[in-house]
């Protein structure tokens, strides 16, 4: 520091106390912008609406999911070529997360107040979420439609009023396939496969209410971490010799390759977010050189479905999702994981028309709660209301062959909790899009 | 011409007073700072506060790492891991929207703990030279976000613990108001609570800095030998440097907390530790002021070079690693060609022009 | 009995390949008196060389020795061109300079070939070997890993006491006054030693590549264990590099499997400190210490 001479010293003590006594009092004619909710016109314009969200564009998860947002844009665009929404052209804004919590406070903080979204659709993660979905709640962003399956997004509403699931929970997927199992092999000795957050949590929860007794190991991995070699090693230490695994895609491949290395040969279930059997299979077989081949390993991998895929090129919704991915989308094929992006936009533009003209962020949130059921591309309803924000009620539970998933039985619907399992008989499973593809709906309430 | 003919004698006595004591006059710097923090923070925008935030926050663990870098010579590569204990520490009182200390307090707990580690970690590195320390302290800052996720019960693991900050507390929200009649944000909250954490840091790195214990700390570095001829302890002045700079890191680390509203492993990589080091290096070896700028430097530079390269044409991905590739460039450069960095280059050449001139 | 197996046979093959990294890490503290941190990032995009050639249609083999002639190549220009200006100089800026270029590496890497997880091939298999009932968790990927971090050592065993060259490079290494006084070409040596032990590194990048997942940051791990390694032997001792890289292979190895994956770094810390505190130079150190 250079030596201060008295001058120096002088000036500066009369630059602070000027400063600080203009200061006091001052009127700073600003407004603060504090995040009032009744803040109606955040995001949104006469001829648009923007909204956003945060996705693994880079990193463990990205494999499959970087793809989702993909679909969500070209369906968007398939709209907007089609007028939009009451007039309002629907832009995305994408940040990326890399799937870690602390790069998803960061994004969805430039989301939130830099790009000044609407509402965040979609924003994907378990983990990551979770370090959001306060901020979201706090500043009144109507946050819809989570990418993940943790019960968390829908079951305290009085919490996160903002907050909206969108596909089944895995808590119900886990009473729905430990149901089935309990009910088709009930000597099956069973290990349990988690990451090792609410994802896993909240599984397990699902799978203990019906196969607590036949449950022998427990291996949690934790996401970014690739050695997952001492868990599967213990699953086949502990003779488990039928495997629940709800992870990322990534993990799939991984416990694959590991449990050839280790000749452990038990029958296989991949939860949903997982097992999507094209992505899987080119993951694998690049590993072997091509030794491994295509979609194979994945054969007689049980898994559950909640919307028809790629692997049902006849069923309406898909034929909509092709169309629109072949006119508005970009590099590459259709996939299950632009379907779930498409599937995805088409709720969030029916959310939108209920909101009526004139959408705000609280409205928004009033009209998905008051929506009702409306035909889309699930195979059961939401259970969207009041006093419960999760998303789709339930699913079947496939088997995989060559690719496509064989179904072991009919829609089945619940709860979280006690709620018992049925079979879905609202007829959603057989619905169709109308002829233009773009969702017709009235305004709620 | 002389000041004193023109003002009365007692304020020219006490401006002779303050030129001339450093305390005072880093006192009066720190003043003189707290206007211009407060004139930034209120004049913009919910986001800008935010990442006014973070730069504080880099610039309180850059002022620590400058310090023992520059002025002591020890090498340290594992601030980051400092900064995860300092940030553990906050979070685990931040857990109820009622916490059991007020946010000082908290903050004052957080700085203390990561001291008493990193008096540990001080004393072991203390017997290290040159890229045994680096090594030593990499080592450190991959190891500490392990040991979160192992004792996932109480650190939640890869989620991590979500951060609450407390509500703003009403005497700061009325002061505010007084001097700005402006309301206070969150971030605006957060930000002052990063930048006065900052200026007390400089200030008390500019007193040691340059007070015995700096002199102590200098001649440690530039000659061992000497030093301990001269009677200095080797081992007690490298670890006083040591825990100060941790404690800095510590307190960083907190402010981090709240700033970020969470901690988990995945914010502390490796990459935060390398950071550090080149705000540091960009700025200048020792020298605070130098902290100050590369921390501004990591703040607002990458999304300046990350719009150039979407303007370039690249995509989304690759321009945003064009800011770390433009950093590590420019880390590069200025070690080969520039090694005092961007504060001691220009005082370098201040210097050169004051002799010649 | 099953678990300790698998356990020392990861154990086995990991440590090989922290032995390799820690011959190139050694190799270029003998020639320069440098760490060079960034040797990581460089087996790293070299392998994403070798991906890229594989991408193409090339064989595992062509992608193989690419990499291997892009790490030679890599590391002779890095020294001549980053490295020669701070050589001699204060420790702190060759550090400074090495973290530098892995930051850079780093970035590169990903503007140039992207982000995502890429998986990696594996030739000679990835199943596991069933001998009654013990399963014998060697696949046929991890027996090469062995084999060929141990030619490669013995090569550069020979390379170093059996040829005139091997005599230059110690020579330079040694002192280079006296063997620049004696006709050696030094900063030939250097740069020759760098391309070797990039040539190494880059080998170690590729095994561990073999059958996992490639990203960027893979390789970020492996410095520390690595340098762990290295000074676990002593920086002075190629010898002393292999033998630490299996020790620690095999104890990190032990931790995760018994204790938890999320410690093993906790654990290459302690073990770090332990020998820097003990044995400074290492378990095959035999040079003087340094006491003032």
Known sequence: ?445 | MSVATRVPAPLAKALGRISSSTLLRHLLFALFGLVIVILVLESTDQFRNAQFASMAYLGIAAGGLTVLTGLNGQLSLGHGAFMAIGAYTTALFFQDSEPPLPVVGVLIVATVVTLIVGAAVGVAAARLHGPYIAGATLALAVAVPGIALFFSDTLGGEQGLNVLVPDIPDWFANVVFFITANEVSTSKYIGYIGWLCLLATFVLLANLSRSRVGRVWRAVRDDEVAAEIAGINLGRARVLAFVVSAACAGLAGAVMAMAVRITAPSGFSLTLSLTLLTAVVLGGLGSLLGALIGAALLTFLPQVVTGVGHDAGLSDLQAAELAPLVYGLTMVLVILLAPAGIVGSIRGAWRRRKESA | ?292
């Open chain 1, 1 to 445: 520091m250079k030596r201060w001479t008295r001058k120096t010293t002088l000036v500066t003590s009369v630059v602070t106390v000027g400063a600080l006594v203009a200061a006091c009092g001052a009127g700073g004619s600003r407004e603060e912008d504090s995040g009032d909710g009744g803040a109606s016109d955040v995001g949104i314009t006469e001829s648009s609406i923007k909204i956003g969200a945060h996705f693994p564009l880079t990193g463990v998860a990205a494999p499959g999911y970087s793809e989702i947002p993909t679909g969500m844009e070209a369906y968007f665009d398939y709209v907007n070529a089609n007028g939009g929404v009451h007039g309002r052209k629907i832009e995305l804004v994408v940040r990326d997360d890399g799937y870690n919590p602390t790069n998803t406070s960061q994004v969805t903080n430039e989301l939130v107040l830099k790009d000044e979204i609407f509402a965040m659709v979609g924003g994907l993660g378990t983990p990551t979420h979770a370090a959001v979905v306060d901020f979201l709640n706090a500043e009144k962003v109507p946050d819809l439609f989570v990418s993940s399956g943790s019960i968390q997004w829908g079951d305290a509403p009085e919490e996160k009023p903002y907050t909206f699931g969108w596909q089944p929970d895995y808590e119900i997927e886990g009473k729905i396939i430990g149901q089935y199992i309990a009910e088709n092999m009930p000597d099956a000795k069973v290990g349990l496969f988690l990451q090792d957050d609410d994802l896993g949590v909240d599984s397990e929860k699902g799978v203990r209410q019906y196969l607590d007794d036949q449950i022998v190991a427990v291996e949690r991995y934790t996401s970014g971490n690739t050695d997952v070699a001492p868990q599967i090693a213990a699953l086949k230490a502990k003779g488990a010799d039928l495997v629940l695994a709800f992870n990322t895609p990534s993990y799939t491949a991984l416990s694959q390759l590991i449990s050839m290395k280790l000749n452990y040969k038990p029958k296989w279930f991949y939860s949903n977010i997982g097992s999507d059997p094209m992505l899987v299979g080119s993951l694998l077989s690049k590993f072997s050189e091509g030794a491994v081949e295509g979609a194979s390993p994945l054969d007689g991998v049980l898994t559950t479905e909640y919307i028809a895929g790629v692997d049902s090129p006849d069923d309406p919704w898909v034929q909509l999702w092709q169309k629109a991915w072949d006119e508005h989308g970009g590099k590459g094929e259709l996939t299950n994981y632009r379907v779930y992006g498409m599937a995805k936009a088409y709720t969030f533009v029916q959310a939108l028309m209920a909101a009526g003209p004139d959408p705000t962020r609280d409205g928004i949130v009033e009209a998905v709660e008051q929506m009702g059921p409306v035909p889309g591309p699930e195979l059961a309803p939401f259970r969207f209301s009041e006093d419960s924000h999760m998303g789709i009620s339930g699913m079947q539970v496939v088997e995989l062959k060559g690719g496509a998933s064989d179904p072991l039985t009919p829609v089945l619907v619940t709860d979280t909790g006690d709620a018992p399992i049925e079979e879905d008989n609202s007829g959603a499973a057989d619905d169709a899009p109308p002829a233009s593809g773009i969702p017709e709906v009235e305004p709620a309430g």
């Open chain 3, 1 to 292: 009995m099953q678990q300790f197996l698998t356990t020392a046979l990861t154990g086995l093959t990991l440590g090989m390949v922290y032995a390799a990294f820690a011959l190139a890490l050694v190799l270029i503290w003998r020639s320069t008196r440098i760490v060079n941190f960034a040797q990581a990032p460089m087996a790293m995009i070299t392998t994403y060389v070798a991906l890229a050639l594989i991408d193409a249609g090339f064989s595992y083999w062509i992608g193989f020795a690419a990499a291997l002639l892009s790490g030679l190549v890599l590391g002779a220009v890095i020294e001549r061109v980053v490295i020669r200006p701070v050589e001699g100089k204060a420790h702190i800026n060759a550090v400074i300079l090495t973290l530098g270029l892995f930051i850079v590496i780093h970035a590169l890497a990903a503007v140039i070939f992207g982000s995502r997880y890429r998986s990696f091939p594996a030739p000679f298999g990835l199943q596991g070997f069933q001998a009654g009932d013990v399963t014998i968790a060697l696949t046929g990927f991890g027996i090469f890993t062995i084999v060929s971090v141990l030619v490669v050592m013995l090569l550069l065993v020979a390379l170093f006491r059996y040829t005139d060259l091997g005599l230059m490079m110690r020579a330079s290494a040694f002192n280079q006054e006296v063997a620049r006084l004696l006709g050696v070409k030094v900063s030939r040596m250097l740069t020759l030693g760098w391309a070797l032990a990039a040539l190494v590194g880059s080998l170690s990048g590729l095994l561990i590549a073999g059958g996992s997942l490639v990203h960027p940051s893979y390789m970020d791990s492996v410095v520390v264990y690595g340098f762990v390694a290295a000074v676990l032997g002593g920086l002075d001792s190629p010898a002393g590099a292999v033998v630490g890289g299996f020790l620690l292979g095999v104890s990190l190895s032990f931790v995760s499997g018994y204790v938890g994956s999320e410690l093993v770094a906790l654990a290459s810390l302690v073990i770090l400190m332990l020998v820097l505190l003990l044995r400074p130079g290492g378990l095959f150190s035999h040079a003087a210490e340094r006491r003032v």
